[in-house]
């Protein structure tokens, strides 16, 4: 299989940048490489391991993430210690020293 020449395994080591020349013309693929470059993925090859991703580029993926949820509502970002538990955040809200 080649798209514009390109087998798979070479658009695979292609890097996020160069893949958003080569995709210009498939809207859903370049909005999402459009966000992965934006958050400065760019040096990125697409066929990169998410396994191998330092904990800032797998934050920069999730914020891409984030952004490209077109849902309309405002999201908010939760770091990773936030309690997500209502109870929780109550007691720890009224553990607080005043």
Do not use: N, W
Request: charged share 25%.
């Amino acid at each position: 299989m080649r798209y514009r020449e390109h087998g798979i395994s070479q658009v695979l080591d292609l890097t996020i940048e160069e893949a958003l020349a080569l995709f210009k013309d498939v809207p859903a693929a370049h909005s999402r490489l459009q966000l992965l470059y934006d958050v400065g993925l760019g040096y990125l090859p697409l066929g990169h391991p998410a396994t191998m991703l330092s904990g800032g580029e797998d934050q920069r993926v999730k914020l891409a993430m984030e952004l490209g949820r077109r849902t309309g509502q405002p999201h908010s970002m939760r770091c990773r210690h936030q309690s997500r538990h209502p109870a929780l955040r109550r007691r720890r809200s009224s553990s607080v020293v005043r």
